[in-house]
């Protein structure tokens, strides 16, 4: 894929695949896939996995390395979504408001971060869950893939 935007619109196709996939009758064809799903997120997980901790052997270069890979716009997305992302939420956040402030100036808003320690909304993580972290557990993934 070429760029940031080609990625997000499959990541959104994505995303609408599972939710007709959930909507699905459940059936031993359902069953099957779901495994499959589960079965690459695994894989893949456990090779981003390894990845990071080479890059991370490399004890010079190695976090500069990770820190870019996780302001990438699609590698920074693939490490939340196996939840690798080397920030946690609330850095996450401080970083997405001081690049929407000049936007949110312009429309007459002031940007503040938030006061109190985040929570998440759904699912039973640390505080440290957006909706692209679901796949990494697998009791957070979409009803139509657990």
């Known amino acids: 894929m070429a760029n940031g935007t080609e990625f997000q619109e499959k990541v959104r196709q994505l995303g609408q695949l599972i939710m007709q996939f959930d909507q699905m009758p459940e059936n031993h064809h359902k069953t099957a896939c779901k495994q499959l799903v589960q079965l690459l997120m695994d894989v893949h997980g456990a090779g981003l996995d390894r990845m990071m901790e080479i890059v991370f052997e490399n004890e010079a270069a190695g976090p500069a390395i990770v820190d870019k890979l996780g302001q990438d716009s699609i590698t920074s997305s693939l490490l939340l979504l196996y939840s690798l992302h080397p920030d946690d939420l609330e850095t996450r956040i401080h970083k997405a ?35 692209g972290d679901c796949c990494a557990d697998p009791t957070r993934l979409p009803a139509g893939l657990r």
């Open 97 to 131: 408001l001081e690049r929407m402030r000049p936007r949110l100036r312009a429309a007459g808003q002031q940007p503040t971060a938030p006061t109190q320690p985040l929570q998440p909304e759904f699912g039973q993580g640390d505080g440290n869950v957006l909706p």
